[in-house]
């Protein structure tokens, strides 16, 4: 039987994949995409976990996602509304106060003030000090980042957008390289005194990463993370309407009218290359695909290492992929609820402000953070550890039946591999210990869980295709951004087979539910097949 053709293979349903396919069958190309699972979007998807009970089974926030993705794939009108969570994070005591944190700079600041009334007079401050430096970088998210070994025409323009925002808060340089450059806690101890305010906004800077709020560049996760906005509002995420894969659906959706074909159970075996040059791929069931592009979803690590013969990639490069950063840090619970959390100091029944945005538990204090992550180095699992709690039927009541409730819990540190135990022994006890956390600020949480669902690294690795469970596809370290991510030379989304892209998260500019990795390696493909 002859093989399929095809002008393009995507390999991967998640919501880069899908973007990318979406941008390239609109330039004309037919394009197939790939997915292993049953349905569509990766780590972005929602599911039935339980009757009734639709889960953001991964992915659980949208913050990131890029304006010029949304308006050009025409997302809105393929059914993609976000709710925005305001306020956005709350960070509740054991003796009734909590922190309540969001876009209204007034608010927030009547919060802070109740832990230290020097915090909140810096709190503005704070906040357009982020947002100067946001402004300063954000150009550089659209395109592919620039490389100071092989300059080209077009990187001056992000370029000079990103100088002239630079200039404007000029004044702000030195403590911006500090920040970008360096661990998040000296910064955070440079503006703030209080807890929980530091801690609070450290989780921001550590979330994903295998680095405590001690190691250098986590600054420039916190910054990363900062950059969320929804529908042009700075600093707001948002749930997504009928959950994560909501969105995924409506970038395919993008995609099939476009042109593009969707494969789900369509599992790659491997990439068929040819004297150097990519001819297609070969399905697990045996089905052969022709096609002179191919573009992966998946990391670096399982395309390249996993996917691509080996014969084909230089050995210098197949010993630097070998030596990439995939530790994570990151487990994720999901939880059906009976009912919602009823904090210390008031919480009522119905949805309140605590239950909106973000819900912070766990460890308490910057040295907590530092002490959860050192027990995950030493291969344990912390008593505190970093807990950010989610409960987004509190505003899409579409999610779970009448009176109930889903929960997401993702937490850290926890290592992929653990020193005197297995994750089979540990699983659920670790995620009895993440429950009764949340008992200490909302008596009776644990006895409110109605089913619950525990995904650790190796877990998240199972289920979707996440080497090692890294939600970024790789570390987001210092030697890992720009020009040098995944690898330098593989930085502009081409790989040393001719015809083979990346476009997945381990890409510029890197983790997070952006779709920017998708669509600038499509625009990649694009020009060169143009040549």
Same mark, same amino acid.
């Given at each position: 039987?002859?093989?399929?053709?095809?002008?393009? %293979?995507?390999? /991967?349903?998640?919501?880069? *994949?899908?973007?990318?396919?979406?941008?390239?069958?609109?330039?004309?190309?037919?394009?197939?995409?790939?997915?292993?699972?049953?349905?569509?979007?990766?780590?972005?998807?929602?599911?039935?976990?339980?009757?009734?009970?639709?889960?953001?089974?991964? %992915?659980?926030?949208?913050?990131?996602?890029?304006?010029?993705?949304?308006?050009?794939?025409?997302?809105?009108?393929?059914?993609?509304?976000?709710? $925005?969570?305001?306020?956005?994070?709350?960070?509740?005591?054991?003796?009734?106060?909590?922190?309540?944190?969001?876009?209204?700079?007034?608010?927030?600041?009547?919060?802070?003030?109740?832990?230290?009334?020097?915090?909140?007079?810096?709190?503005?401050?704070? @906040? =357009?000090?982020? &947002?100067?430096?946001?402004?300063?970088?954000? $150009?550089?998210? &659209?395109?592919?980042?620039?490389?100071?070994?092989?300059?080209?025409?077009?990187? !001056?323009?992000?370029?000079?957008?990103?100088?002239?925002?630079?200039?404007?808060?000029?004044?702000?340089?030195?403590?911006?390289? *500090?920040?970008?450059?360096?661990?998040? #806690?000296?910064?955070? @101890?440079?503006?703030?005194?209080?807890?929980?305010?530091?801690?609070?906004?450290?989780?921001?800077?550590?979330?994903?990463?295998?680095?405590?709020?001690?190691?250098?560049?986590?600054?420039?996760?916190?910054?990363?993370? /900062?950059?969320? @906005?929804?529908?042009?509002?700075?600093?707001?995420?948002?749930?997504?309407?009928?959950?994560?894969? #909501?969105?995924?659906?409506?970038?395919?959706?993008?995609?099939?009218?476009?042109?593009?074909?969707?494969?789900?159970?369509?599992?790659?075996?491997?990439?068929?290359?040819?004297? /150097?040059?990519?001819?297609?791929?070969?399905?697990?069931?045996?089905?052969?695909?022709?096609?002179?592009?191919?573009?992966?979803? *998946?990391? $670096?690590?399982?395309?390249?290492?996993?996917?691509?013969?080996?014969?084909?990639?230089?050995? *210098?490069?197949?010993?630097?992929?070998?030596?990439?950063?995939?530790?994570?840090?990151?487990?994720?619970?999901?939880?059906?609820?009976?009912? !919602?959390?009823?904090?210390?100091?008031?919480?009522?029944?119905? $949805?309140?402000? @605590?239950?909106?945005?973000?819900?912070?538990?766990?460890?308490?204090?910057?040295?907590?953070?530092?002490?959860?992550?050192?027990?995950?180095?030493?291969?344990?699992?912390?008593?505190?550890?970093?807990?950010?709690?989610?409960?987004?039927?509190?505003?899409?009541?579409?999610?779970?039946? =009448?009176?109930?409730?889903?929960?997401?819990?993702?937490?850290?540190?926890?290592?992929?591999?653990?020193?005197?135990?297995?994750?089979?022994?540990?699983?659920?006890?670790?995620?009895?210990?993440?429950?009764?956390?949340?008992?200490?600020?909302?008596? +009776?949480?644990?006895?409110?869980?109605?089913?619950?669902?525990?995904?650790?690294?190796?877990?998240?690795?199972?289920?979707?295709?996440?080497?090692?469970?890294?939600?970024?596809?790789?570390?987001?370290?210092?030697?890992?951004?720009?020009?040098?991510?995944?690898?330098?030379?593989?930085?502009?989304?081409?790989?040393?087979?001719? +015809?083979?892209?990346?476009?997945?998260? /381990?890409?510029?500019?890197?983790?997070?539910?952006?779709?920017?990795?998708?669509?600038?390696?499509?625009?990649?493909?694009?020009? &060169?097949?143009?040549?």
């Amino acid at each position: 039987m002859p093989a399929m053709r095809f002008d393009v %293979a995507v390999i /991967g349903g998640g919501h880069n *994949a899908l973007t990318a396919a979406a941008y390239l069958a609109r330039g004309g190309l037919r394009t197939v995409v790939l997915e292993r699972r049953p349905l569509l979007g990766g780590a972005c998807v929602t599911e039935e976990l339980w009757p009734g009970f639709r889960v953001s089974r991964a %992915a659980y926030v949208a913050g990131l996602l890029r304006p010029r993705v949304v308006s050009e794939l025409g997302l809105c009108k393929r059914g993609l509304r976000l709710l $925005p969570r305001t306020p956005s994070s709350f960070t509740p005591q054991e003796d009734g106060r909590g922190l309540l944190l969001g876009p209204d700079a007034a608010a927030s600041q009547q919060s802070i003030r109740a832990f230290s009334a020097r915090d909140a007079e810096r709190w503005p401050a704070y @906040e =357009a000090f982020l &947002d100067g430096i946001a402004r300063a970088l954000e $150009p550089l998210l &659209d395109a592919p980042p620039p490389d100071p070994s092989r300059p080209r025409g077009r990187d !001056l323009t992000p370029l000079a957008r990103a100088l002239r925002a630079a200039w404007r808060v000029r004044k702000d340089l030195p403590r911006a390289l *500090a920040l970008l450059l360096g661990p998040a #806690r000296p910064t955070l @101890e440079g503006w703030f005194e209080s807890e929980p305010l530091r801690s609070t906004l450290a989780t921001d800077a550590v979330i994903g990463a295998w680095a405590s709020p001690s190691s250098p560049g986590t600054g420039y996760v916190l910054f990363h993370h /900062g950059m969320g @906005e929804t529908n042009g509002a700075r600093g707001v995420w948002a749930y997504v309407e009928g959950g994560m894969g #909501r969105l995924s659906e409506a970038i395919a959706a993008a995609a099939i009218d476009a042109g593009a074909e969707i494969r789900t159970d369509a599992a790659v075996a491997r990439i068929e290359v040819d004297r /150097g040059r990519v001819r297609g791929v070969t399905l697990e069931d045996g089905t052969s695909l022709e096609a002179a592009t191919v573009v992966s979803g *998946a990391d $670096p690590h399982r395309t390249l290492l996993g996917l691509t013969p080996r014969e084909a990639l230089p050995d *210098a490069l197949v010993r630097e992929l070998g030596a990439l950063d995939f530790r994570s840090p990151s487990l994720k619970i999901n939880l059906a609820l009976d009912a !919602l959390p009823r904090f210390r100091g008031g919480s009522g029944d119905t $949805p309140g402000p @605590e239950h909106s945005g973000t819900i912070h538990i766990g460890a308490r204090t910057l040295d907590e953070l530092d002490d959860a992550f050192a027990a995950a180095e030493r291969g344990g699992l912390p008593q505190r550890p970093l807990i950010e709690l989610t409960l987004p039927s509190a505003l899409d009541a579409s999610l779970a039946p =009448a009176g109930r409730h889903v929960a997401s819990m993702f937490v850290q540190y926890a290592p992929y591999e653990l020193a005197d135990s297995t994750w089979e022994r540990e699983r659920e006890p670790f995620a009895d210990r993440v429950c009764a956390l949340v008992d200490e600020v909302a008596p +009776g949480f644990s006895a409110s869980v109605l089913h619950r669902e525990t995904l650790a690294p190796p877990d998240l690795e199972r289920v979707f295709g996440l080497t090692g469970g890294n939600i970024f596809h790789g570390a987001m370290s210092l030697d890992r951004l720009l020009f040098m991510r995944p690898l330098p030379g593989l930085s502009h989304y081409r790989t040393p087979v001719s +015809g083979l892209y990346l476009c997945g998260a /381990g890409t510029h500019p890197g983790g997070g539910v952006m779709g920017a990795c998708g669509r600038n390696a499509a625009m990649e493909v694009l020009r &060169d097949l143009a040549r």
